[in-house]
């Protein structure tokens, strides 16, 4: 992994809370902003992932109303 200096342009408010929680954890500004950053920068599900729900209200199932959402995550989602 490489890494590159950079500067951020944060709200005031933002810039409190980073730095608030990495002094509750104990470790510098940067460290913290670098270890939260992968969680909310991780693969978007690609378009072709969503495929799956494609016709699933053709499935024939009669709950499909009310199970939609169960429905709905396990095609995008299968085990």
Known sequence: ????????????????????EAE?????????????L????????????FLGIVGLGRSGRKDIGRNHDKYIAQAINPK
């Open 38 to 49: 992968p969680r909310k920068s991780a693969r978007k599900p690609a378009k072709r992932d």
């Open 24 to 36: 509750r954890k104990g470790i510098s500004f940067s460290e913290f902003v670098a270890q939260i």
């Open 1 to 20: 992994m490489s890494i590159r200096k950079t500067e951020l342009f944060l709200e005031i408010d933002q810039y409190r809370w980073l730095n608030k």
